[in-house]
């Protein structure tokens, strides 16, 4: 598969995307982790104009509905500060384990690093229409149930779940598309 089969193709329009750990390795299991995922997002938010319509991480990858004049550079931007914390974070806490499953699961043509958080490219899917929304935030916010870890969406805390059941989430989030966004 090509590392771009995947394109962010319309500007300013809700994308899915989905990022995923190498090796599908466990590293949001750690809460020091997901908090440079939160701290990321929220960066993004207030100073690139990043409109997230839901989210969940799970231990080892990440699905957002989002939108940005320049999606694919925030996107960019979100894995590379991410990796960079987390990997600085694994260092600190000498998790040697984790980081030579980072460091082999690293491509050769890596050569300006010593590890591999993220695997190459997004996974960015246009929401074309108000079904296909619903949807994906649905799919999303089951991820943690059908994983067996809650048996009610709202109680995973790494979601947008609890936005739209009313209460109050980890992450600002746009409900904007529930009273009408217009689709490409």
């Known amino acids: 598969m090509a590392r771009d089969r995947y394109k962010v193709v319309v500007r300013d329009q809700p994308h899915f995307v989905t990022c995923t750990v190498v090796s599908w390795i ?101 929401i074309q229409d108000e079904a296909m929304m619903r949807q994906k935030v649905e799919y999303m916010h089951a991820n943690p149930v059908r994983r067996g870890y809650v048996d009610d969406p709202t109680h995973w805390r790494y979601s947008s779940a609890r936005n739209y059941a009313g209460q109050a989430g980890l992450l600002d989030v746009s409900l904007a598309w529930e009273e009408g966004i217009r689709f490409t």
């Open 26 to 126: 466990p590293i949001f299991a750690r809460p020091e982790a997901v908090e440079k995922v939160l701290d990321s997002l929220r960066f993004l938010q207030k100073h690139e104009h990043l409109i997230l319509y839901a989210f969940v991480i799970m231990e080892n990858h990440v699905h957002l509905i989002a939108s940005a004049e320049d999606l694919p550079n925030n996107l960019q931007r979100f894995k590379s500060f991410t990796a960079r914390g987390i990997i600085d974070f694994l260092t600190e806490r000498r998790e040697r384990h984790i980081l030579e499953q980072l460091g082999r699961a690293k491509l050769p043509h890596k050569q300006d690093r010593d590890h591999q958080l993220w695997q190459e490219g997004v996974h960015a899917i246009l």
